[in-house]
């Protein structure tokens, strides 16, 4: 359900967008070109596709998904539809998980133990589904 209202509001921001009387205009009043036209609707569309895939950052999971495959294939997906914004800061979490943490060592998971680079990519992700997921 939650899903459902994040892509729900994502479609609508992105017709909302598309749609405005301003948008085909840069700050000069003269019109944008079609390479950024479709430059910032390719950007709405990799948010709202990252949205659709973006997990609740609040919700808890078990342990044992923590740096399982499953965990990496969900990780995979939401970066390969991720805007540029954020893909820095996957491939620094996905490096992360792929090379340090592991189901079966419990403090590997800690993210008290990540990193401190790892941390901020994350607390980066995290904001960006908030500011634009609505989570």
Same mark, same amino acid.
């Given at each position: 359900? #939650? ?30 070109? =079609? &390479?950024?036209?479709? &430059? ?8 709202? &596709? ?31 539809? =991720? ?10 979490? #996905? ?12 403090? =590997? ?27």
């Amino acid at each position: 359900m #939650i899903r459902m209202t994040l892509a729900a509001l994502a479609v609508t921001l992105l017709l909302n967008a598309c749609t405005d009387d301003d948008a085909d205009s840069n700050s000069d009043g003269a019109a944008d070109t =079609s &390479a950024e036209t479709i &430059a910032r609707e390719g950007d709405a569309a990799a948010t709202t &596709a990252f949205c659709d895939e973006a997990p609740d950052p609040s919700a808890e999971v078990a342990e044992s998904y923590v740096g399982s495959a499953e965990h990496l294939d969900d990780l995979q997906r939401l970066r390969a539809v =991720s805007p540029d914004e954020v893909l820095d800061d996957l491939d620094a979490i #996905i490096s992360h998980f792929e090379d340090e943490v592991d189901p079966a060592d419990p403090d =590997s998971q800690l993210m008290e133990n990540f990193p401190d680079e790892v941390n901020e990519a994350t607390r980066r992700v995290v904001a960006f589904t908030e500011e634009h997921c609505g989570a």
